[in-house]
């Protein structure tokens, strides 16, 4: 995402100048006035040729000037100019590096708890909301399944997928059924589909089953029936991403009045919005900065987004990023996330 090319550019001063009062909102949160922007610009400039600049770049969009104050706040297009042109970024320090490489390592074996260690990382890091999605496997291949018979017309599901991978899910039934019952359908799924992808065994469980319908009693057809949808929710889980530190956003003055954190806290609850909003970088090359409403999505409009795919043998299998205010310390932001990024591509390439 670069600078239009037909938006003016402005001076070499007033990049300058530019640079500095996003700098100095990014940090204090207030509208930047003349004296302050002559003080920390280093400039020999009178307060002002400084209001001068400032006119320029508020003609040009960059800038604008609250109706409560004389100094002037970055708008959406200033900070999108100043990722792509102005900022400079800073890399995570060494300690930082290995402690997201330690909890990585820490919790390489669990899936869940692999993904909440990393939005958490994300989250304490930059003292926003960290969002992982889920890794993508090419393929859930199924390796054993469970039936365990529960009270009240329930059974336990218990899959093995890709080798080490256990999943489990409560059946509602119509009925009871007992364990030998439950044996016998387990015994027919293990026998026929164990080493088979979940999609295959979807596809093709049921046409099976009405084809040996006449060598299984009616019970052990329909337990294995109602299995189906076990494995259509384990083939496409729920639990496709992790938010971390939404409540760091009320700590931003800009987003802490009840109408906006009541919105987000909203649109963080609302599983396809985030879905939709990840899917958007799942191709991307590298980092991508979605500022205001370049997300899309109108509940983001006072926030950025910033994320990055990771990768495993050239498929990309996961998106993680940031959610925070436009005021976000993009020099720091973004290396991190894109660091976090490459450092979880890694293990996941290496197993560890």
Known sequence: ??????????????????????????????????????????????????????????????????????????????????VDTLVHYRQPGDSDIKKIQRQIKDQFDNQGALVTAVSGLLSEFTRMAGVVSVPKASQVTLRQIEFLPLSENRVLVILVTNDREVQNRILHTERDYTVSELQHAQNFINEHYAGTDLESVRGRLLDDLDNTRNSMNQAMHDIIA????????????????????????????????????????DAFSRKRLILDLLDRSI?????????????????????????????????????????????????????????????????LSHGN
């Open 1 to 82: 995402m670069s600078a239009e090319a037909t938006k003016p550019i402005p001076s070499d001063r007033g990049q300058h100048l530019l640079r500095v009062l996003i700098q100095r909102y990014i940090r204090d949160g207030q509208p930047v006035g003349s004296r302050t922007l002559c003080k920390d610009s280093g400039l020999a400039l009178s307060p002002a040729t400084i209001r001068n600049v400032m006119s320029d770049l508020e003609e040009m969009g960059l800038v604008s000037a609250p109706h409560t104050s004389a100094g002037r706040i970055p708008t959406a297009q200033g900070y999108r100019f100043f």
């Open 226 to 265: 109602v299995a189906h949808s076990a494995m259509d929710s384990a083939a496409h889980p729920d639990d496709e991403y992790v938010v971390a530190g939404e409540t760091n956003l009320m700590a931003f003055a800009e987003l802490s009045d009840v109408d906006t954190l009541r919105r987000l806290f």
């Open 283 to 347: 191709n991307a090359d590298g980092v991508q900065i979605f500022i205001g409403e370049e997300s899309g999505f109108g509940i983001f409009d006072d926030c950025s987004v910033v994320t990055a795919p990771y990768h495993v043998d050239d498929d990309t299998i996961g998106v993680l990023g940031v959610i925070g205010p436009t005021r976000m310390a993009y020099d720091r932001v973004v290396p991190i996330v894109d660091v976090t990024a490459r450092l979880l591509e890694s293990a």
